[in-house]
Every structure is written in C-alpha cells, then in structure tokens.
C-alpha cells in the first residue's frame, strides 16, 4: 500500500501547485490570500462544506491533472471565489487523508483482518478508530503546500 500513499501524497502537492499558480493567477490573487481567506472559514463552514459536497470533492481527486480544471468549472462555475478556494483546499486534504488512511491501514492490517483474538481485535480496532478521528483536521494543508515550493519563512508576513 506504499505506493498508494506516496501516490496520494505526491497527487497533494500537485493539487497545491494547481491552488498556487493556475487558479490564484485566474483570480489575481496570491497564495497568502488563498490562505488567508480560507483560514477565516470557521470548522464547522469547512466541515459543514466538506459533508455536504464529498461526492464532488472524491470525484475531483479521481481525475487525472488533465482533467481537473474541466470537471473544476463545470462543479464551481456558479459559486463565488470563497466557495472554490474551500473546495480546492477540501481536495488538497482530501488526498492527503487518503494517504494517511491508508498508512493506518498498513499499521492495523493485523487487527483488521481475521485471526487475532476477539479482545485483541476490539482493542485494535478501537485504536483505529480513534486514530482515523485525527484525519478529519481542517487546518490549512502546510506540508503540501511547503512541499510544493510556496512557503518562505516570511510566508505569514503581509505582502
């Protein structure tokens, strides 16, 4: 399952390029307002968001990078910029969740499989559990966006 996370997490950062360059340049904005503007979306508006529109979110992390503009226009072409950029961001976590999923996964592959005993089991799978609780972090996706070249120590300086 390496290979899926390191693909998931590869598939973030370039999903945080897309973020940076084409869609801030299509809106005349820069990557500090994109962030700016989504950090003032309280929890419960990304989460709220992230519940409502999964469906769209999961379809766009199934595109190829080819495909991902079309399919963005065609789902966000109606909705104000604050929409799109918690969409775009939503996607950017949405990959990176994955990938951590699947490393938990990796991690509990005994537990969740038969074969251990039922004790064992349970304990094992409530460990999961609360460990799969920690994906759902709403905060602003730092490592992919650093990993992607668009942080500089003044990153939270006004431009």
């Known amino acids: 399952m390496g290979s899926y996370e390191q693909a998931a997490w590869y598939d973030a950062i370039r ?4 973020v940076a360059d084409d869609f801030a340049e299509s809106k005349g ?3 500090r307002a994109i962030h ?3 950090e003032a979306f309280s929890v419960e508006q990304i989460r709220e968001f992230d519940s409502k529109y999964w469906h769209l979110i999961g ?3 199934s595109k190829t990078e080819s495909q991902r503009p079309a399919y963005f226009r065609k789902v966000a072409g109606k909705v104000g910029t ?3 950029i918690m969409f775009l961001v939503l996607c950017v976590l949405a990959a ?3 990938g951590r999923l699947l490393e938990l996964r990796d991690q509990y592959r005994l537990v969740l ?3 251990s005993g039922n004790r064992a089991t349970a304990a094992g799978a409530y460990r999961f559990l609360m460990e ?3 994906l759902f972090d709403y905060s602003w996706p730092h490592d992919a966006f650093t990993e992607a070249g668009y942080y500089a120590p003044d990153f939270e300086e006004d431009e």
């Open 132 to 134: 799969t609780q920690a």
């Open 113 to 115: 499989a038969p074969g």
């Open 96 to 98: 990176l969740r994955a």
């Open 36 to 38: 700016r503007r989504f």
């Open 15 to 18: 999903m945080a390029r897309h």
């Open 59 to 61: 379809e766009y992390v």
């Open 82 to 84: 604050d929409e799109q």
């Open 29 to 31: 904005i820069s990557i």
